[in-house]
C-alpha cells in the first residue's frame, strides 16, 4: 500500500505516467496501421458500409483487448506463411507450436465475431 502511494505521488511530482496510463498503453498496443489494416480486410470481406466500418472497427479492438500485438504478428505471420507453397514453407504448416499462435487469434476472432456481428 505504501509503495503505491509513493509511486502514485512520484508520478504527480515528477511527470511520470500513471498506472492507469500503462494499462491503457497495454490495451492500446496495437499499433494504427495494423488496426486500419484488420478494418480495410474485414470490410472487404464484408462490404464496404459504414455499419460495416463500425461492426470491422469493434472486432479488431475486442481482439486488441485479448491478444497482445506480438501475439497477433505471430498468428498473422504463421497464416500468411501457410500460404505460400512449396517445401520450404512446410514448416510452418504442421509445428504445434505455430498452431498455438494461430489457434489464440482464432478463439479472439470468434470472440470478437459473436460480440461485434
Same mark, same amino acid.
Given at each position: 500500500?505504501? =509503495?503505491? #502511494?509513493? +509511486?502514485?505521488?512520484?508520478?504527480?511530482?515528477?511527470?511520470? $505516467?500513471?498506472? +492507469?496510463?500503462?494499462?491503457?498503453? /497495454? #490495451?492500446?498496443?496495437? $499499433? =494504427?496501421?495494423?488496426?486500419?489494416? !484488420?478494418?480495410?480486410?474485414?470490410?472487404?470481406?464484408?462490404?464496404? =458500409?459504414?455499419?460495416? #466500418?463500425?461492426?470491422?472497427?469493434?472486432?479488431?479492438? /475486442?481482439?486488441?483487448?485479448?491478444? $497482445? !500485438?506480438?501475439? !497477433?504478428?505471430?498468428?498473422? =505471420?504463421?497464416?500468411?506463411? *501457410?500460404?505460400?507453397?512449396?517445401?520450404?514453407?512446410?514448416?510452418?504448416?504442421?509445428? *504445434?507450436?505455430? *498452431?498455438?499462435?494461430? @489457434?489464440? #487469434?482464432?478463439? @479472439?476472432?470468434?470472440?470478437?465475431?459473436?460480440?461485434?456481428?
Amino acid at each position: 500500500m505504501k =509503495t503505491f #502511494l509513493i +509511486a502514485g505521488v512520484f508520478s504527480i511530482a515528477f511527470g511520470v $505516467p500513471s498506472i +492507469a496510463q500503462t494499462v491503457a498503453e /497495454r #490495451l492500446n498496443d496495437y $499499433p =494504427t496501421e495494423a488496426r486500419a489494416d !484488420y478494418v480495410f480486410g474485414c470490410m472487404a470481406a464484408n462490404g464496404q =458500409t459504414r455499419i460495416m #466500418l463500425s461492426k470491422c472497427s469493434c472486432s479488431i479492438d /475486442r481482439i486488441a483487448s485479448i491478444l $497482445p !500485438y506480438e501475439k !497477433y504478428v505471430e498468428a498473422e =505471420t504463421v497464416l500468411s506463411l *501457410q500460404q505460400v507453397g512449396g517445401e520450404r514453407m512446410s514448416m510452418f504448416k504442421g509445428p *504445434q507450436m505455430n *498452431q498455438a499462435f494461430v @489457434a489464440d #487469434l482464432r478463439r @479472439a476472432q470468434a470472440e470478437a465475431e459473436i460480440l461485434c456481428f
